[in-house]
């Protein structure tokens, strides 16, 4: 039929106005490659010129695509030497002539020629890309030379005239391509003359007759034959390609050849049987999924001559639970032994190859890298909830493959320069120098002698509800806390005993602010002052928040270990707070403590020091938090408090650390005036009876500033509405207590 429309198209051209032709063939001379040109005239195609042609798409088709139908006859001329890829993709063509300088054709350049039946290739060819002739039904018969050394996948796909003209077991073309399988062993030894595998070897394809114009056969895809169970391959054979015997589910033994250098993805993707393969020590890459899903493969044994592992390459493989890798290994994909028993049951650093880090799995927030990695790989850490706070990474290593640290809150540690920094900035992680110096500063450990409350913190002292002056209860009015609901929910003033306690410490108040007479906190009486002053700010952090944080644990961790570290060193002792079983708590912690304690059969490496208002006399060792240095794990045995981030029986957990002076204090307690503060030092003291006699002995030396200072402040201090000698003898009684 395509034949016979051909021909009538002819007959109508010869017998139309020449004029019309002259301007139609002018039209469709056009470049098809750098030296090539192509022209259509009488039903021809003809392509002419040297090199090769253009490539095309099925996005971007060549330019007489439009011509495909009226298109009988394609005839490439001498001098061109490769046919792009889709050059006559679709063409109605019905015969194909090209010339001997021609030695490759491109991917899909003869698919969906349906007209065509038979092509004879030059002698001289020597690559035939992926599908070239798929979907061309009515091919039959296709002459490849012995030149060609490369035939692509699936070339003959949806042929189904060559298929069916097809008579021997072993289609063979080219240098000794294996091309297709008909048999029906399901032991099979492939012959000695094949060096090289097609893809779909083994693939089923049926085609039933149908009763249309347009086509002979319809398609029907079958899975990959299950019965055969063994293949014997040539040694001559150097390569295995991709996908060569991807789903035979049946095959249990491949024989592979002595001289194999690699095997190519999807090799034995989903060859479900497969449960030894012995790999030749000739081999040297096992490209991405090659093995991937050969579900009843126990042991793989790498020889010293591989050298690289791709993507996936044994993923899947559930039975896989024993893998040798020989430290000649230096390139491995991601995902290369996930869903294998042997993968998943490591622990710790999985080290293979030469230096290569392919995987790190365990409950450590403090990752230390051993020397002997040099290169880590892609995905080894991946760490999408936040637990790993802090990776340290040698200078040995000088490679980081990209998306190998996936841990956006962990902080990456080592020397300055390092590969590791490079990757830390790139990836907008925080780096620190390892050989960064330690803060400086003067040691601000807590002394139980003096910088704590000589009080606990209990109802003997504090009573059953906050005691607040009539001053500060309108201060804290004020500043919108309602404190009736305060006094209702009474449990305590631990909270506001340390945070003042943190603030006396870091010299926000003397202690001659809050009594005149004490030279440490330790000396402070619980008055009504003073009950009042702790209250006001166990009020603000209540109704602030300051005792609770959304930040995640183990931030809260990681930074309590670093305060606490750095406390010798200058940095302010913290707030501490976290929930008990049955309320909440909050401490001051000061120091960290290295060593061994064991507590509920459970065994901690490190403690925080703390002060707790109620052990306000000495260090209760129960009181303090033990924490696991690796896994963060901790407890505070005398509350009762114990958390694992993989437990289901934690009971309570810390709440808040916090030592920024700007947050305990945000809103300053503000003194009443001192009477007789005749220095402005916020204190009386002996001091100021000295400056009331040198102004009463009319001393010269005394500055404007310090007449002003005596003037303003109650000098009357003996109620006789004069300023005299008396005035500040009794100031001085006051003083001294006499």
Not at 109 to 125: D, E, I, T
Request: aromatic letters at 8%.
């Amino acid at each position: 039929m395509k034949k016979m429309i051909c021909g009538m198209l002819s007959v109508l051209m010869t017998v139309s106005q020449m004029d019309s032709i002259s301007v139609f063939h002018a039209e469709t001379e056009q470049k098809c490659g750098k030296n090539a040109e192509w022209s259509f005239s009488g039903h021809t195609l003809t392509i002419s010129g040297t090199g090769a042609m253009d490539d095309y798409s099925s996005e971007t088709p060549p330019p007489w695509n439009t011509y495909n139908e009226q298109i009988c006859e394609i005839a490439v001329m001498d001098g061109i030497t490769a046919i792009g890829a889709f050059a006559f993709s679709s063409c109605s063509a019905t015969d194909v002539s090209l010339p001997d300088s021609c030695v490759s054709v491109g991917d899909n350049a003869f698919a969906g020629m349906q007209q065509l039946n038979k092509l004879v290739l030059p002698s001289g060819l020597q690559s035939i890309g992926d599908s070239c002739f798929r979907d061309s039904y009515g091919l039959a018969e296709v002459s490849i030379p012995d030149t060609v050394t490369h035939i692509g996948s699936g070339i003959f796909e949806g042929d189904a005239a060559w298929h069916h003209s097809q008579t021997e077991d072993f289609v063979i073309a080219g240098d000794g391509i294996l091309l297709k399988y008909f048999g029906t062993d399901t032991e099979i030894t492939v012959p000695d003359t094949v060096r090289q595998i097609s893809t779909n070897v083994f693939t089923t394809q049926m085609y039933l007759p149908m009763a249309t114009e347009t086509e002979t056969y319809e398609i029907v895809f079958s899975p990959p034959r299950t019965d055969i169970t063994e293949i014997t391959l040539p040694d001559q054979m150097t390569e295995l390609p991709a996908q060569a015997f991807a789903g035979l589910a049946g095959l249990q033994k491949i024989h592979l050849p002595e001289n194999l250098q690699s095997i190519s993805g999807g090799a034995f993707e989903q060859c479900a049987a497969l449960n030894a393969v012995t790999i030749p020590d000739t081999v040297t890459k096992l490209d991405s999924r090659a093995f991937w899903g050969c579900s009843s493969l126990k042991e793989i044994i790498l020889p010293a001559s591989v050298t690289a592992l791709g993507d996936s390459v044994f993923e899947g493989c559930m039975a896989l639970a024993n893998i040798q890798i020989p430290d000649t290994l230096l390139e491995i994909g991601c995902n290369a032994f996930s869903q294998t028993p042997w993968f998943q049951s490591h622990e710790g650093f999985l080290m293979i190859g030469n230096g290569l880090l392919y995987h790190w799995q365990g409950r450590e927030k403090l990752i230390a890298i051993p020397e002997t990695v040099r290169t880590i790989c892609k995905n080894a850490f991946i760490d999408t909830d936040n637990r790993i706070m802090e990776i340290q990474i040698p200078a040995s290593v000088t490679q980081i493959q990209p998306e190998a640290i996936v841990c956006s809150g962990a902080v990456i540690v080592s020397e300055t320069g390092s590969a590791a920094e490079n990757y830390a900035r790139e990836n907008n992680m925080q780096f620190r120098d390892i050989q960064s110096e330690q803060p400086r500063g003067a040691d601000m450990t807590f002394d139980y002698t003096k910088d704590g409350w000589c009080f606990g913190n209990s109802r003997e002292i504090f009573g059953d509800d906050y005691f607040l002056t009539d001053a500060d209860r309108a201060k804290l009015e004020a500043l919108g806390i309602d404190t009736r609901a305060v006094d209702k929910a009474w449990g305590g003033s631990c909270l506001g005993q340390a945070v003042t306690a943190i603030l006396v410490k870091n010299g926000v108040f003397s202690t001659e602010m809050l009594q005149s007479d004490a030279k440490t906190l330790s000396e402070v009486q619980p008055t009504d002052e003073i009950r009042s002053f702790i209250n006001y700010y166990h009020a603000i952090a209540a109704e602030d928040g300051v005792s609770r944080s959304h930040e995640p644990i183990n931030q809260k961790i990681y930074r309590m270990i670093q305060i606490a570290k750095n406390v010798k060193s200058g940095e302010s002792p913290f707030l501490l707070t976290y929930a008990t079983p049955t309320a909440a708590h909050a401490v001051i912690g000061y120091g960290q403590e290295d060593g061994a304690w064991e507590f509920d059969g459970k065994a901690y490496d490190s403690r925080i020091l703390v002060w707790d208002s109620n052990f306000p006399k000495a260090l209760s060792d129960e009181a303090c938090l033990y924490y696991d240095s690796k896994t963060f794990d901790y407890c505070i045995p005398y509350y009762g408090v114990h958390y694992a981030d993989d437990a289901d029986d934690n009971a309570g957990g810390i709440q808040m650390v916090c030592n920024d002076l700007n947050i305990l204090n945000a809103y300053p307690y503000t003194f009443a005036e001192q009477q007789h503060d005749l220095n402005g030092d916020a204190s009386v003291d002996v001091a100021d009876a000295v400056l009331l006699a040198r102004f009463v002995a009319e001393d010269a030396t005394l500055t404007k500033a310090q007449t002003d200072e005596i003037l303003n402040a109650n000098t009357d201090a003996d109620g006789d509405h004069l300023i005299t000698i008396l005035d500040a003898i009794v100031i001085l009684k006051e003083v001294i207590n006499i």
